[in-house]
């Protein structure tokens, strides 16, 4: 299977979901006192806040989407909206993550949430694997920015992050997989019509 191809319009679409809604949930983090940084712009934010959700977007999207050939991974396709609506999870898990829960009860709800999520959306390995890279990977910079001093987590349990954190790396894995998976099948969509 050829690699997918993406025009400019779907990674800058992906790119500002992430830089604004990302940030706007991350702002939910800030507020809650969930985390901190070293030199906050606006609204308790730093300036790089938003370019660094904007390219995870892109990431998580675009490799979701071009991964799926490889692992013999076929969800069938959505509308748009029905994709959009996906990341209610990803914001239901955002509100646990910044509740006054103990760490112990927001990983607990949100492998309920993740859980819920996965079946919904199709129960496979192959998002199940995907999941998983996304969370290492996610977490794994959350903990170099930590460690650079860049920002901080108040209430660390390992590596100076939550515990809850790879859950929602997964979370965003789901949702923001599907959000790609739709951009990539519209755009091919779009130039077999075209054709």
């Not at 507020?31 to 938003?50: H, K, S, T």
């Not at 100076?160 to 951009?183: E, F, K, M």
Request: proline share 6%.
């Amino acid at each position: 299977m050829k690699r997918p191809q993406w025009p400019a319009r779907s990674i800058l679409w992906l790119f500002l979901l992430g830089a604004f809604a990302g940030t706007a949930l991350d702002s939910l983090h800030v507020y809650a006192r969930v985390e901190r940084y070293a030199m906050p712009l606006l609204l308790g934010e730093a300036w790089w806040v938003p370019l660094l959700f904007g390219f995870a977007t892109v990431a998580i999207g675009y490799s979701h989407a071009a991964v799926d050939p490889l692992l013999g991974h076929f969800r069938p396709p959505q509308r748009m909206l029905a994709s959009i609506g996906e990341l209610a999870w990803l914001v239901l898990a955002y509100l646990i993550s910044a509740s006054e829960l103990s760490p112990v009860a927001k990983l607990s709800v949100m492998i309920i949430i993740f859980g819920n999520f996965w079946l919904l959306s199709g129960r496979s390995w192959q998002n199940l694997l995907l999941s998983l890279v996304t969370a290492i990977t996610g977490s794994l910079i959350e903990m170099m920015l930590v460690a650079s001093g860049a920002f901080m987590y108040l209430h660390p349990d390992m590596f100076g992050v939550p515990i809850w954190l790879p859950l929602l790396y997964a979370c965003a894995s789901l949702a923001v997989g599907d959000v790609g998976r739709t951009l990539i099948f519209s755009t091919r969509r779009g130039n077999h019509e075209t054709t």
